[in-house]
């Protein structure tokens, strides 16, 4: 590219930033001084950029139009095929984007929503052939236990309607990720990676069981993962879709002709696969799991799923009713030596060595999971994820039998203290379950003749306190959202404030509410009700697997050292640490160190950080050059400047050590660190000049008031950071004014 | 898995993948078209999306196969998209001309199809200028891509596509400018 066209396009789109006429004059004298075709060409962009939108967007209207000049000449095409004819449509509130495919009971699309707020969700259509109006209600029944569950690893079911065909549809929360088995084979994770997925899910199992929702339905395709931040993130979907859709066919009289089994037999426990279906409690979950568990183990059911899908529903029955399935061991065992290699493979193994890691524990494991007789299964998903758990910490589990039992009980009377604590835990874990359990089969009793809706209302009355709170905070959340759509920060702020609780469920609305108040309140410098915000929102940001972490770090940091709180900022950066210190994202891991590195570490923080340091440095040294003397030049420098190695920061910003300032923070922030690096070299006098000009650049800069969203001279934080560093230059140097 | 998924894995393919594409959203349009009314449009993304669908099996539709795809079905947009301005604006003329004369055309009336093939002129000497920042002009104009979208396919940051877009949009402008008063 010429350098001509570059140095036009840097100063074009940095005056464009200048909004203040006069303000921009003096950018432009400065930058072109000797320059003036250069300064004619900038000017020309800068005078025309609003018609050349015009001209943008006119093309664009023409785009929107081709339509019909592309049916002009497309000729002789082939109409047989047609695309699916749902795309584009909209059913409810939203718009159909693509298919993304189609599963046992219906097709799942992408889709847009408009209102209330902009956001894809996946919407999913179950097949023609149910009652619409009852699949409907008995989903409105599960609604307000469905909306209490609030975890990470749970998609949210959102909304449920009919389509103008009369097919019921439902609204899910999107999850870009990819079936668990595939994922773990495809990245051949290891037993102890899958294991740890593993235990995630129950959790989330275990948080859906204690609202009282059973997910009927969990198997592969339902349970999903996706990389986040080079974390594997899995997320249960479809959580009481399988309950809306089951139950008895509206005539009874005709209950053994129509009934046919949903739900996939190869996951099915025994009792759901008995006719009537209405003995299922969340143990029919835990029996699911194991059947997932065993899969990850081996890369198999121990039902075939193709064997159950040809042969009669009273055969699967039985089956699943009588048979006892092979040990993980013994099937893998069982295979030919090529399909147990790849299987080991896939699990990044040893043929041998993966016998006898699922030899043993696991195995026992999987069969008290699996048992057919639910009572003697696991009492709770949690119970599961603990011996899991267990083995992985190579402590005795639970599942043996009872010879090894007694061994262990022996061995827990020797750690009576741990033992007790360990019940203890375990109580409370799963006293709300019992909780929901024990309402659960009060509400079954009379669900026997009258409406399940009857279960939802004992069950709400006994969460009312709970649920309400939960309610409110959504309409406070709403409410803010409104406020802020009027322009009115104030109120906005207030509300916030006074809201008792915080849900903590990641929302876009949520994390939008708390980012632009805060924003404004940093505008305001009101720093303390600043930082109570940023505060909360990350931790949000810890359940949110798609959220701008980093940036929000970069926020929270500045806004906490603003704030004088040095105690809460020290926590704020052990956290963001710890968060961040095995990550390899090192645009990500860059914006944490800056972050921790706005005051200067103690030797605990300073060793803490030196993983993010390493990856930070190898970061750098990748970057082309351009590139060097951008961001990553501050992380880099100041990491270099903590650490005393005042030589290398002084190379490093070198090439900005004359620069002057853009619209946005880079070249004070850099200069900043040079003028303390200078300084400790010696060099007072230059290290005061750079101080001043830093300090002429910040004013210059927060002479104008910043509006919220405003991003045209840059990022407020990136100004708040330069200018805590300038505060601390001028402090070194005596360059006070 | 079909040819057009194998392409996305294969880098360094785009001619062949573009060709694809190409095809592909020709026969969407068309098939789109006979079914709907007329007076409705066509999105430039609808189009897009509508050939992810055909083109690439489930089990691909990765996010970054997705960012690939896009990029390349910009490519084959612009083509479909720029001749059907050609086509619509010679056929308004009557002229058998193959390019619009340029002089012909004021920029502050000029009719929408018009405006695709100014923007196209400069794009294309903005391609031998600076062929990193005609490329993103091509996702985002011609494509409908958003910046995110465009970062992920280009492998950059949003930021650095806003900034290029910002600036490309500007220089385009005034390049239709420039060659007005030539001409």
Redesign the interface.
Known sequence: MPAAKQLEDSLFFAALHVTDPEQRRLFLDQACLDDPALRESVEQMLATHEDADRLIDRGRDAIALAAAEIRDFAGAVDLREQPDQQIGKRIGRYTILESLGEGGCGSVYLAEQREPVIRLVALKVIKLGMDTRRVIARFNAERQALAMMDHPNIARVLDAGATETGRPYFVLELVRGIRITEFCDTNRYDLRQRLELFIQICHAIQHAHQKGIIHRDIKPSNVLVAMHDGVPVPKVIDFGIAKAIEGRPADETLHTLNEQLLGTPAYMSPEQAQPGRLDVDTRSDVYSLGILLYELLTGRTPFDALELSKIGLDETRRILREREPQRPSALLAGLNAEALKAVAEERRTEPARLLSQVKGDLDWIVVKSLQKERARRYDTANGLAMDVRRFLHNEPILARPPGRLYLLRKLIRRQAGLFVAGTLVLLALTGGLAASTRLYFKAKRAEIRQSELREVAERSLANEGRMRKEAESREKIAEVVILLRQGDYEGAAKTLGSMENRPRQPSLDGSMVLRSVGEWLVLQERWQEASKCFLWLLEMNQLDSWGQVTLDIQACGVVLVENRDAALYRQFCKEAIAAHTSSTNGSGVIRVLKSCLLLPPDPELTALLEPLGKTSEAWYAKLPAHQRTEWGLIPLSLWHYRKGDYARVIELARPLAGSSAGPDALVPTVQAILAMALWHQGETDKARVTVARVRDAIDRHFAIPMRVGDRSRGFWYDWLFARILMREAALLTGEES | MNDITLMLRLPGNSTELLAGVYGEL???????????SAG?????T?LV??A???LVA??D?T?ENRAHFFGAASHA?RR??V???R??SRLKRGADCERVELAEVE?AT????D??I??NEALERLER?????ARIVVMK??G?MTNEEVAASLGI?ERTVY??W??A??????W??QQESND
Do not use: N
């Open positions: 020709r026969r969407l349009a068309a098939a789109r078209m006979a079914q709907e409705q449009t066509l999105q430039a609808a999306h509508e992810w669908l055909q489930e089990g539709r996010w947009m479909i998209l001749d059907a301005a086509r619509k920029i000029a009719a929408p199809d405006s695709v100014l923007i200028d600076d062929p990193e920042q104009f011609f409908g940051s900034r290029q910002v600036c949009k500007a220089r385009l402008y005034r239709v400018r």
